[in-house]
């Protein structure tokens, strides 16, 4: 490598810093929620630059909260377990042996390993799970099914299968005011004490409400959210968003995604982004680049 390359290299992140300081400016102090989750934690690769990206959130000011899944790593651990798994329109039916596995899995293998990502990258991070300091009280889900045949509703009882009813953010205000990030495994308990199994975007969206976050991101495997020509949607309002799952526009697993980060802006987010987690350096990206690169969802 010349000199002329390495000046022509030092000028152009020189460059990339010039154009990212507007943005910086802007989240400055700000409070983001990042789900995390997916193919991104399961290659190696993008998860050492998920730790980073974080850490490096809070290098320059703001306040980023993680909320992440574990659905792989709990199928591999129940396996290894003999427990069979069942799912219901998309969540798992949690009996007491799963729900055990599931909290094993989430609050403890999955939450140190996300961690210690960020704490390998220089940050200072500390997992926890909705349990801990009261941050989530949860209530059991029940799902209504309709007979196809005879037209008759059903109940339908998934088990330790919760969702938030109430979120305290004393515990994450405390850990982000001592210059920590906070790292969530979507387990909380009930006010019997009994476990539950959260959805993390669930969760993620609820905390980013509780937060009155700038900007919740949920991290997929879809670039965003796409019009009827697959091509990606930039910014959608709450009324284009019921609109779109209306028509049928958005569909299959798109609409729970949409509904959670709905709920977090109706909740008090001021945004919710929809955006492709498989994109090395995926948040930066959107927060420190014009337009970002996901779907927006707001008032």
């Not at 810093?17 to 409070?31: D, E, I, K, S, V």
């Not at 196809?148 to 059903?154: F, Q, T, V």
């Not at 850990?175 to 006010?191: E, S, Y």
Request: contains cysteine.
């Amino acid at each position: 490598m010349t000199a002329s390359t390495d000046h022509s290299s030092a000028q152009q992140q020189a460059e990339i810093l010039a154009q990212a300081l507007p943005f910086l400016r802007r989240y400055a102090g700000a409070t983001i929620v990042v789900k995390y989750g997916g193919h991104a934690m399961g290659e190696e690769h993008l998860a050492r630059m998920f730790g980073s990206d974080i850490a490096l959130l809070k290098q320059v000011g703001v306040n980023p909260v993680v909320v992440h899944g574990g659905g792989p790593q709990i199928n591999a651990m129940l396996k290894r377990l003999n427990i069979q798994s069942n799912f219901i329109d998309g969540l798992r039916v949690t009996d007491d042996a799963t729900v055990e596995a599931v909290e094993m899995v989430l609050a403890g293998t999955v939450n140190k390993h996300v961690t210690g990502l960020i704490n390998q990258a220089g940050a200072l991070a500390v997992g926890i799970c909705g349990k801990d300091g009261g941050l989530i009280r949860a209530r059991k889900v029940m799902r209504m099914k309709r007979d196809p045949d005879s037209g008759i509703e059903r109940v339908l009882d998934l088990g330790h299968v919760g969702e938030p009813e109430h979120v305290d953010v004393r515990v994450i205000h405390a850990l982000t005011g001592a210059g920590l990030i906070p790292v969530i495994a979507p387990v909380a308990m009930d006010a019997n004490g009994q476990t539950y199994n959260i959805n993390a975007d669930t969760v993620a969206g609820a905390i980013a409400g509780a937060l009155g976050a700038t900007r919740l991101l949920m991290l997929t495997d879809v670039p965003g959210v796409l019009d009827e020509n697959k091509t990606m949607i930039p910014e959608m309002t709450l009324e284009s968003v019921a609109a779109g799952i209306r028509s049928g526009m958005i569909s299959g697993g798109m609409i729970p995604k949409v509904e959670n980060c709905v709920d977090a802006v109706q909740r008090g987010a001021k945004g919710a982004v929809i955006l492709d987690g498989r994109l090395p350096h995926a948040c930066l990206l959107e927060l420190f680049t014009e337009g970002g690169i996901g779907t927006i969802i707001r008032a």
